[in-house]
C-alpha cells in the first residue's frame, strides 16, 4: 500500500524525524502517520508545515508491509528518502578504518607569517 508520511528535520539537532499520530515528531520512521486519502493528505502538510520544532517539512511517498511476526514496516519508496530514514548506503564492514592519527596536529612545523602578521 502506498501512502504519504510527513519528514522533516528537527531544529534543534537536524536529525531526521517523521510526524506521529500523536502530533509529535519522532525518529522511527515505522511510527510515522499515515495518510492515503487526499483530505489526510492536505491535513497531514499542514500540520507539518506549521510546527515550530522542525524545519523543511514535506511530504514523501512510502509503502507500508505488515510482515508476520512483526509490527508495520514503512520504507520510503525514493532512495534518497530511504538514505534519510535508514542511514549510509554502505554496508559498515566496508566502510573505511579510522586512522586516528589522521588529525593529530604535527609538532615539527610552525606558523608562517607573512610582513609581520
Known amino acids: 500500500m502506498s501512502v504519504q508520511i510527513a519528514t522533516a528535520n528537527r531544529l534543534t539537532d537536524g536529525i531526521v524525524v517523521f510526524l506521529g499520530y500523536d502530533g509529535e515528531w519522532t525518529r522511527h520512521i515505522d511510527d510515522a502517520r499515515l495518510a492515503e486519502r487526499e483530505d489526510d493528505i492536505a491535513d497531514l502538510q499542514s500540520e507539518a508545515e506549521s510546527s515550530p520544532h522542525v524545519v523543511g517539512a514535506y511530504l514523501i511517498e512510502a509503502d507500508v508491509s505488515l510482515p508476520e511476526g512483526r ?24 566502510a573505511k578504518k579510522a586512522v586516528p592519527e589522521h588529525f593529530d596536529p604535527r609538532t615539527d612545523v610552525s606558523a608562517v607569517f607573512m610582513n609581520g602578521i
Open 71 to 94: 509490527g508495520r514496516t514503512v520504507s520510503p519508496l525514493s532512495y534518497k528518502e530511504q538514505i534519510r530514514a535508514f542511514g549510509p548506503s554502505i554496508h559498515p564492514a566496508f
